[in-house]
């Protein structure tokens, strides 16, 4: 079982690495295709990779933050993100048919 962290971005990096998180592999870009059961995903993923990754039956956190729109689109450092509430937080989904 293998933990990733998908993130571009260097203060969320480096706010994984200082709140201790065990990560096996950081990625920049997300290919499901490397994701087995048992796995976790950290990061900002789109529902629909959420999805993929839940029917690979791997769990998905999602980096979660309380961030001001002026914030937005801005780079945070992991000082930043611990401000404004950076969390990992547990979520599924799935594809329906409609």
């Known amino acids: 079982m293998s ?9 969320a990096i480096a706010w994984a690495e200082e ?5 096996d592999s950081q990625l920049a870009h997300f290919d499901v295709e490397v994701v087995q059961a048992g796995d976790k995903v ?3 993923l789109p529902v629909n990779l959420i999805a993929d ?15 001001p729109p002026e914030k937005r689109g801005t780079e945070l450092s ?3 993100m611990r401000c404004y509430g950076a969390r990992l937080e547990a979520f599924a989904a799935q594809r329906l048919s409609i």
């Open 19 to 23: 709140e201790g998180f065990h990560v």
């Open 53 to 67: 990754v839940n029917a690979r039956d791997a769990e998905y956190f999602h980096l979660t933050l309380d961030l």
């Open 3 to 11: 933990t990733y962290f998908i993130s571009r971005h260097p203060g």
């Open 42 to 44: 950290l990061g900002t």
């Open 78 to 80: 992991a000082e930043d």
